[in-house]
């Protein structure tokens, strides 16, 4: 069993910063990929970044030189830091990693961006 638990989220004016944290524990030796997802009100879940097992690092356009994914392996701990921060980056975040075809979600964290 993997475990997933974010932190970090709430409510930010635009332009504001944000970083997010996602604890992993369990069975986690063999992560392909780790990754931020997210889900805005009325919409699908989509892509945020994904960080892969060799380093490579992918972006969604939206967020791409906003948005800065990185993986701490001393402590098992993704992030994700998020810079000039808009109403429309408002959703629900998701942690995500995939360990030999199984995909593994945390609870999710509320990002809130208003004035």
Not at 44 to 71: N, P, W
Request: hydrophobic share 35%; with cysteine.
């Amino acid at each position: 069993q993997v475990q997933l638990v974010e932190s970090g989220g709430g409510l930010v004016q635009p332009g504001g910063s944000l970083k997010l944290s996602c604890a992993i524990s369990g069975d986690i030796d063999s992560i392909d990929v780790m990754g931020w997802y997210r889900q805005g009100p009325g919409k699908q879940r989509e892509l945020v970044a994904d960080i892969f097992s060799g380093g490579t690092i992918v972006y969604a356009d939206a967020v791409k030189g906003r948005f800065t994914a990185s993986r701490d392996n001393a402590d098992n701990t993704v992030y994700l830091q998020m810079n000039s921060l808009k109403p429309e980056d408002t959703a629900v975040y998701y942690c995500n990693v995939l360990i030999l075809s199984s995909s593994y979600w945390g609870q999710g964290t509320q990002v809130t961006v208003s004035p």
